[in-house]
């Protein structure tokens, strides 16, 4: 069974593992973890005590930005994403806020179905927001309550 529960100081090695191995350009350890010491909010999901996917955003009352969600490759498809992201939209109505927002990789069409999937809706184009040897796109993404 899943658990999704509060990002804790002792979750951060484990969830950077995960950041790692997820994403083409990762977050540097010392963004990771300023993230979660600037007050960023944080969620994991948890099976047999492991951390297996995780969750950063920022409330900026009325709104909120996710900053980043991964899961383990190995436990991808099995509603974890939607677990973090239903769990952030609950948070998030608590604290009276109204909109979320994100950017994706204009070429990532997985991440992309799976917030449209979430009733995200697509906004505009962010040239070249993404860096590495080829630059990418983003895609403003956002969903209201």
């Known amino acids: 069974m899943f658990e999704i529960s509060l990002l804790d100081r002792a979750d951060l ?7 790692l191995s997820t994403n083409p ?9 300023s993230s979660f010491k600037v007050g960023h909010h944080g969620l994991v999901c948890k099976e047999n005590n492991l951390i297996i996917g995780f969750l950063i955003f920022s409330p900026i009352k009325p709104e909120a930005h ?9 436990h991808e498809r099995r509603g974890i994403g939607s677990l973090l992201i ?3 939209n609950k948070q998030c109505k608590a604290m009276g806020i109204t909109q ?3 950017e994706v990789r204009a070429g990532n ?4 179905s799976f917030y449209e999937g979430h009733n ?5 184009i962010r040239e070249k927001y993404y860096s ?12 209201s309550f």
């Open 25 to 33: 350009t990762p977050w540097s350890y010392e963004n990771f973890t």
């Open 66 to 74: 996710l900053l980043s969600i991964a899961v383990k490759e190995t």
């Open 100 to 102: 979320v927002f994100l």
């Open 132 to 143: 590495g040897d080829v630059p990418e796109d983003a895609l403003l993404m956002s969903l």
């Open 86 to 88: 239903s769990s952030m």
């Open 120 to 124: 995200f809706l697509k906004d505009a």
């Open 13 to 19: 090695d484990e969830a950077y593992e995960i950041e």
């Open 109 to 112: 069409d997985k991440a992309i």
